[in-house]
């Protein structure tokens, strides 16, 4: 059974930084694409940050300059660096793994950024 584990979130003061970690375990194939998505209190979720397996990401726009996606080469371990947070950033951050046509999906890490 696939399972993902987010770690890491916390409280941050508005121009923090918090650091997420995720590990997947029980996949026999590395997740050619993982990737960072959040969902806000009465929002949809969002998609933060993708990483394939050769290192090319992709950021929301909203994100771009401040956070960073990367993964342990050859492993099911992805992280996201989030830098100048803003209360905007706050939200439950969910680590995604894909394998194939399967999603895999972490139980959530909650980011809350206020002073």
């Known amino acids: 059974q696939v399972q993902l584990v987010e770690s890491g979130g916390g409280l941050a003061q508005p121009g923090g930084s918090l650091r997420l970690s995720c590990a997947a375990s029980?996949?026999?194939?590395?997740?050619?694409?993982m990737g960072w998505y959040r969902q806000a209190p009465g929002k949809q979720r969002e998609l933060v940050a993708t990483i394939t397996v050769d290192a090319n990401t992709n950021y929301a726009d909203s994100v771009k300059g401040r956070f960073t996606i990367s993964r342990d080469s050859g492993s099911n371990t992805v992280y996201l660096q989030m830098n100048s947070l803003k209360p905007e950033d706050t939200a439950v951050y969910y680590c995604?793994?894909?394998?194939?046509?399967?999603?895999?999906w972490g139980q959530g890490t909650q980011v809350t950024v206020s002073s």
């Open positions: 029980g996949s026999r194939f590395i997740m050619y694409t």
């Open positions: 995604k793994g894909s394998v194939s046509v399967y999603d895999y």
